[in-house]
């Protein structure tokens, strides 16, 4: 039987808790076997220390294990909460009310032209604030599942870098 492994493709269900401002966990996320998270290991993107506690897991077996924020997604920065001009979200001199609303996700670019996701937190007279924060950082989180299924990357996987076909990227 296959074990998880760098270059091997994962199949995993789980539950992700986190710990609240209460200590309480609470449940934030969860992979079932309907909608499983797959992922090419070594070349996920997710925390080393996510990987490192599936390392050596086979199809079957059970993990529990949770992360710090310096483990996972790092503290919360509040420099990383922005003011932007409310022009930048202009399209032909409007702006769109349907997307640029609070709690939504929206894909920036910065000056060097790197790609991240923020999150709109309020919106004022003249600007937007927007905070660039993983929406996990700052957060101890708790991982309770099963892998499902551990099995080789196709040649086109490895060259790609992530999951084709079920669970995975379709071209």
Known sequence: MAQISPNKVV????DLSVTDENQEKVLVESAEADAPM?????????????????????????????????????????????????????????????????????????NQGHHMQGKIVDIGADTVKMDFNHPLAGMVMHFDGKVAEVREATQEELAHGHVHGEGGHQH
């Open 38 to 110: 797959v992922f090419l290991f070594g070349q996920s993107g997710l925390p080393e220390e996510f990987e490192n506690q599936l390392n050596g897991k086979q199809a079957g077996d059970t993990f529990n294990f949770s992360l710090t924020p310096e483990q996972a997604y790092g503290d919360y920065d509040q420099q990383a909460v922005v003011d932007i001009p409310k022009n930048v979200f202009e399209i032909d001199g409007k702006i769109d009310d349907e997307m640029v609303q609070v709690g939504n996700f929206l894909p920036m670019a910065d």
């Open 11 to 14: 199949t995993i269900t789980y």
